[in-house]
């Protein structure tokens, strides 16, 4: 007789989107987990997720679906961790644990730490996973197949609770790095957060040339809209990653803006041996990451 493969009773996902729906697909897909609760505001959202089978219940008070669960995952934008994480945590049951998967992690971590209760465990967590895409319909269980997931664990974190969040994202199907909160934000900012800058940017630039009375986006080809597919990512969380991200997405920025205007005065002078050095570096980094 084969073990029973579930290892969490109940699972309760906090914002049914892309990335709390796809873990809740992929745990329902190893047969890892019993009972999924869907929590969030919006009925429509919650309702499509049943429909979709993501979830097999929906509560919008979050307290009461949270109450019995033995992990709780938090999807929502990074400066709402907080908030929720304050009102859920005392409808926590003793023994549960409270994950997340905001891409910043030390300002959450200080945040979210000192709200759990006596026997309630925080594993701070970041899936290097995502689409532009966003709601129950863009959720799908192979999103974290051959991916990262980094957990930040702080002294005060709870050893079982540390592995049984790393099991939980190895049956997602990533490989789990364990890393410092700081080096994690680093280097999200650098590998992540500036490349969203950096598309927006771009978008906006593109967009608001008035040389020529049409806009001129509505010509871009193949490589402008795969450089730009990440603007098309939510702006409540980019907003949110941004703001609590700063000081590193800020360093990163400027490293950036000290690159382009290498290659701005490359360009203007009309220098072609530095510009074939220019690009044949960066080529060579980018194809090493193949």
Known sequence: MKDNPVFIPKLAVVGVGLIGGSLALALKAAKAVGEVIGIGRGLANLEKAIDLGIVDRIEQDPRTGVADA???FLATP???LESVAAVIAPSMKPGAVLTDGGSVKAEVVRAIEPLMPAGVHFVPGHPIAGTEKSGAEAAFATLYQGKRCILTPTEATNSAALDLVKRVWEKAGSEVVLMDVEKHDR????ISH???MVAYSLVNSVGSYDRY???ILDY???GFRDFTRIASSDPTMWRD???????ALVEMMENFEACFAELKKDVRDGDGEKLFEFFMRSKKSRDAIL
């Open 241 to 247: 990653i941004a703001m609590t991200n700063r000081e």
């Open 70 to 72: 033995d992990l709780v």
């Open 187 to 190: 280097i999200l900012a650098a």
């Open 213 to 215: 009375p049409e806009n």
């Open 194 to 196: 500036l490349p969203h």
């Open 220 to 222: 871009s080809a193949g």
């Open 78 to 80: 990074v400066r709402s």
